[in-house]
């Protein structure tokens, strides 16, 4: 295994220098050590190092990791996967932040079994930016009214916007979604966050705006999904 806690340190700091010469203007661009399918020896380690920020795809995955590491108090759980209904009361249940809204029905159920002590569930709509048949996400010309949708829920707050772009389509599709933030905003000014940008792509995400990146294989290496 390699060392988690170089890879982490290596990752803020070429953040940092993007964010410099940016001059994203002190903007916090949050770093999200996306941790599936790694132990959770691999998070304590991470989290040893100072990380609190983890992403997690598979809701069984979250909530084992989640209460495993129920010691950690201050570790925030963000949910970025595929979420079918009869798992939300998982991710409800585990996670601060669900990046992968798509449907009303999921968000709904999710503002249903979130537990007041928790608070607000923080969502992000997910736009399959790339227009993918078969990718998750909606796309732009639905976002108007599932964000009005959304936001009307109790028990959730909509934070923003997510995407995963097609391989080749980064640029354009970065740039889209940072056209699509800025309407959205418009509406619902507390809508700001920007989760865009992957170990492979993540400075061009941040020349877009991206609040939000989400680094698995940096932080963590190579996933091996046969170990699974
Ligand atoms: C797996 C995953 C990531 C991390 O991908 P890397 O290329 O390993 O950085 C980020 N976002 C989502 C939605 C993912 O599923």
Redesign the pocket.
């Known amino acids: 295994m390699n060392n988690i806690a170089e890879q982490l340190s290596l990752a803020y700091y070429n953040l940092n220098e993007k964010c410099n010469v940016l001059a994203t203007d002190n903007k916090v661009v949050a770093l999200i050590a ?1 941790s ?1 399918t790694k132990p959770v020896a691999a998070v304590l380690e991470a989290y040893r190092a100072g990380q609190r920020l983890f ?1 997690e ?1 598979y809701p069984q995955e979250l909530a084992e990791k989640a209460q495993q590491l129920s010691d950690c108090q201050d570790i925030c759980w963000h949910f ?2 595929p979420l079918q209904s009869n798992k939300t009361r998982l991710v409800a249940e585990h996670s601060s932040w669900v990046h992968s809204i798509d449907r009303l029905k999921i968000a709904q159920r999710l503002a249903e079994q979130r537990p007041a002590h928790l608070g607000k569930l923080k969502v992000l709509l997910q736009i399959n930016i790339s227009n993918e048949p078969t990718k998750a996400g909606i796309l732009p010309q639905q976002l108007p009214e599932l964000a009005a949708a959304v936001a009307q829920l109790p028990q959730l707050e909509l934070k923003g916007l997510m995407a ?1 772009p097609a391989p080749g389509d980064s640029e354009r599709a970065f740039a889209a979604m940072q056209q699509l933030s800025l309407q959205l905003q418009q509406h619902y000014p507390q809508a700001t966050e920007l989760s865009m940008g ?3 792509d993540w400075p061009l995400a941040l020349t877009y705006g991206a609040t939000m990146i ?5 932080i963590f290496g190579a996933r091996d999904y046969k170990q699974e």
């Open positions: 996306v599936k992403g795809n970025i996967g995963i992957m170990s492979d989400r680094l698995g294989t940096a």
